[in-house]
């Protein structure tokens, strides 16, 4: 029998993992509550009308459509039997699913979810847009905004429905901003009849000192500089501390708005709790559960975690499509050193830098120490992330969705598809 792997979750460190095991000795089953593998750096795209959401989605089964010994399997994770080496699964709608597969091999690759810090209450009103789903609500809840303030005859609450607030000013968040003010001062200018979007009022929210955290200060100051003049209000320094339906409280000011983006902290997958727990693993606050430097679990050197639900050592890494990319990776050539009989290393991350776009050619960049901005660092964002989209065809319709909306200042996917 040959030696068995199975994969947990088909984002980038799942899909890594599985595409480096595609033509070795080993039969790998990939396990996703989902048929696609989504490429989130671009959600937020979906959740402003730049992109659709077929443009950042691919089919795990077309990724390996000529790969006979990889088997994509549509189920959620319920637990695992570590002494067993059994994955117990449950069915996904009304798709069955085995209620439990055999390992020799286990990566577990869960990726990680917002955390609203205690407040789950606020998940109702602020919307995050990691999945996909979650994009199509929030660019619903985006443009029903204007509309509602199209026919609002109150002022107070049409200012309501023309303020937006984003939580968090990551890179998600101060991305997220930025698309809202182009959407409103440039795609959407000249579409109302009664109230002009040119006048939104968008407010970056962030407890930090600095937008951008994980960047130099000089390119934080440079994107603080770059959303300002796409009418962003960038509050650091401040707390969230309230959200209803009808507005948000920021340290002790009220602030009427109907429309609220989470972008803050985040917490580990529940997968990651679960090992802990199984292997006696420590687990930070976030949730994340702690690897060995070969990203084993203790006592169960079949096991490896990885992503965005782990932490290396007491490190914790980047939560980065890149640094879940290389550990994938590294799984997969730690697999087939073992079944090889060659020596293993430990992972190392090689960090490639930093990327955020802002708006239109506007954009920060830290690669290898330098230091980008503006047209050049937008150039370079678009670049690399075409790159590193999967599926042919997805790079060709971005590149040209990209390249009309920047000629046209358009955004062809304006739907309204949520309520």
């Known amino acids: 029998m040959r030696h068995r792997v199975v994969v947990v979750g088909g984002g980038f460190g799942g899909l890594q993992a599985t595409l480096g095991l595609r033509h070795a000795d080993v039969d790998v ?35 390996f459509t000529r790969d006979r010994n990889v088997r994509v399997l549509l189920a ?14 449950r069915p996904v709608g009304e798709v069955e699913a085995p209620d439990r597969i055999a390992y020799d091999t286990l990566i577990v690759a869960g990726g990680s979810a917002y955390a609203y810090f205690g407040h789950d209450g606020w998940r109702q ?3 995050e847009v990691k999945s996909l789903e979650s994009a199509l609500v929030v660019r619903s809840r985006l443009l029903s905004a204007f509309e509602a303030a199209e026919e609002e005859t109150d002022a107070a609450r049409e200012k309501a429905w023309m303020t937006f607030v984003v939580v968090g000013a990551g890179p998600t968040g101060v991305e997220m901003a930025g698309q809202i003010g182009e959407l409103a001062r ?5 579409d109302f009849r009664r109230i002009d979007p ?32 796409l009418g962003v209000t960038v509050m650091t320094g401040r707390a969230v501390t309230g959200i209803d339906e009808a507005g948000v409280t920021i340290d002790d000011e009220r602030i009427p708005a109907r429309t609220v983006v989470w972008a803050a902290g985040v917490t580990a997958s529940g997968l990651a709790s679960r090992l802990a727990e199984l292997t006696g693993a420590e687990r930070d606050r976030a949730g994340r559960v702690s690897v060995a430097p070969d990203l084993t679990l203790p006592g169960h050197p079949e096991v490896l975690a990885l992503g965005d639900m782990v932490r290396i050592g007491g490190a914790v890494l980047p939560g980065v499509a890149p640094v879940a990319m290389q550990e994938g990776r590294y799984a997969a050539r730690l697999v087939r050193d073992r079944l090889a009989g060659r020596a293993t290393q430990p992972f190392r991350y090689r960090d490639k830098g930093n990327l955020a776009t802002i708006g239109r050619a506007a954009a920060v960049a830290d690669i290898k120490g330098v230091h980008l901005s503006g047209f050049p660092a937008w150039l370079t ?28 200042h358009g955004r062809g996917a304006r739907l309204i598809t949520n309520s």
């Open 29 to 63: 089953t990939l396990v996703d509550r989902r048929n696609f593998h989504l490429f989130q750096p671009l959600t937020y795209q979906v959740a402003t009308g730049a992109l659709s959401p077929g443009e950042i989605a691919y089919p795990l089964r077309a990724v």
């Open 76 to 89: 959620e994770v319920a637990d695992f039997d570590l002494d067993a080496r059994e994955v117990e699964l």
């Open 125 to 127: 009103h602020a919307h």
């Open 186 to 190: 440039d795609t959407l200018a000249h």
């Open 198 to 229: 040119r006048t939104a009022r968008i407010l970056l929210v962030e407890a930090a000192d600095r937008v951008l955290g994980t960047f130099p200060p000089s390119l934080s100051a440079k994107a603080k500089q770059q959303l300002e003049r």
């Open 381 to 408: 964002w678009l670049v690399v992330h075409l790159w590193y989209l999967v599926g042919f065809q997805n790079r060709v319709l971005v590149f040209i969705r990209w390249s009309v909306s920047f000629l046209t």
